[in-house]
Every structure is written in C-alpha cells, then in structure tokens.
C-alpha cells in the first residue's frame, strides 16, 4: 500500500513570496489533515478535511493561509504572502476513520520551508 | 490549557537500558485513544503505539509498551532494551471526538528527545 505522498520536499523562498504544497493522502482514507510543526516543537494543526469538506480550521491564518481538497482525495495548502514565521516543516496526514477515537494517523515525510 | 503534557523536554539512556518518556492528558470525553509517535531527525513521523481509553490491558508493541494509568491521565511510553536507532523525538498524542460531531480531534504534546548513548 503507497503511504502518504507529499511534494516539494524542501522549498526556500523570500518573505512575501506565494508558496503551495500537495499531498496524495493512502487511498481510501477519508480524513486528511496538515500540520506545521515549528523546529523543537510538536505538530500544530492547521486544518483537518473530512471527505472534501472542512471540520476544523480553527488554527489556520486564514489571512494568508488557504487549502482545498477536490473531490476527497489530494489537497493543496498555500501561502501568500509568506512570513519569516512561516519558517516549518508541513505534514501532511491521512486517517480511514471508521472506527471513531481508535484511528491511526499516517504522515507523509513532510516540506521543509525555509523563508528568507 | 494544555490537553497533552510531555515534562521530559530531553532525556538520555545507555544502550540496552530500558527507559520511560512521559506523557499526561486532559480530556472529559469517555472515549479517545492515546498514540506514541517516533520522530528521527529525518523528520517522518513514525506510529508506535496505540491505547484506547476503554482497553482494559496495556498496549505492547515489541519493545514498546505504554503504561497507562487511566485515573491519573498518563500515558507512558517504556522502551525496552534500547538501541542507538531509538534516538529521536517522540511526541505522545491524543484523539478525542468532538461532542455532537461526526470528527475526532488529534492533538500532540511537545516532545521529548530521547537520546541513546553507547
């Protein structure tokens, strides 16, 4: 089974620079999610997709901040304009979610971000 | 207020010793599953382990165990025999479901960085 796929792995670009990242989550599974995971720190949620519509982006600055998933299957985070603060590493995870509080999440090997 | 606690911002063990990361929790949701995930410095998140709130024995997986202790909130992970691969961070998370709502919410403590000395 292929895992999550994300791309690019690396990305460096300057201050006010628009940026987007994919990801393919594990085929079949329902719930896709993207975290930001600052250096030293855990993952932070950004937004958690059910199928293709959003349950929770309570933490996503949607100032400059956007992502979309078409048609319940691969998703698009982006940013514009960047802020140094922006500076992470972008997960993406999927979850099959039929099993309510038992589900497993599996991540992608993540995009590093480096703003200049 | 902060639903996962990881007090152990750095540890160190020898090679082949046994250690415990800990992990405490706050939820009032009944259900909700408890994970272990291994971080290497390549930056992918690795499952370990997993424990229900309502799994009556503790869960195993190899030379991972959890000791869960559910009237206390903890949720710690002993890693058996220690390996120099095992250095890394490992983040303890938990999964609630959100009341009225089709969606659970997952939320990751801090970290601890566990490095295995030979």
């Known amino acids: 089974e292929a895992g999550v796929a994300q791309s690019p792995r690396y990305k460096i670009i300057e201050k006010r620079q628009s940026v987007a990242f994919w990801c393919n989550p594990i085929?079949?599974?329902?719930?896709l999610y993207w975290y930001q995971q600052i250096l030293g720190q855990g993952p932070k949620l950004l937004i958690q997709?059910?199928?293709?519509?959003?349950?929770?982006d309570s933490q996503l600055p949607k100032d400059r901040f956007s992502a979309e998933r078409l048609k319940g299957v691969d998703s698009t985070l982006k940013i514009q304009p960047a802020k140094l603060e922006d500076s992470a590493v972008y997960l993406c995870?999927?979850?099959?979610?039929?099993?309510?509080?038992?589900?497993?999440?599996?991540f992608g090997p993540g995009t590093r971000l480096l703003v200049l | 207020a902060q639903k996962i606690t990881q007090t152990q911002p750095g540890m160190f063990v020898q090679e082949k010793e046994a250690v415990t990361l800990d992990c405490t929790y706050d939820t009032s949701d009944p259900s909700y599953g408890l994970f272990w995930y291994k971080q290497p410095s390549s930056g992918e998140m690795i499952f370990l382990i997993y424990q229900g709130s309502y799994d009556q024995q503790n869960a195993t997986e190899g030379r991972y165990s959890l000791n869960f202790q559910k009237a206390r909130k903890s949720a710690n992970l002993v890693i058996s025999a220690s390996q120099l691969g095992d250095s890394a961070m490992y983040f303890c998370a938990m999964r609630e479901g959100i009341a009225q709502t089709s969606y659970d919410k997952v939320i990751f403590g801090p970290g601890t960085s566990l490095s295995v000395i030979p």
């Open positions: 997709f059910q199928n293709n519509g959003v349950v929770d």
């Open positions: 995870a999927s979850s099959l979610d039929l099993d309510r509080g038992r589900e497993t999440q599996y």
């Open positions: 085929s079949g599974h329902a719930t």
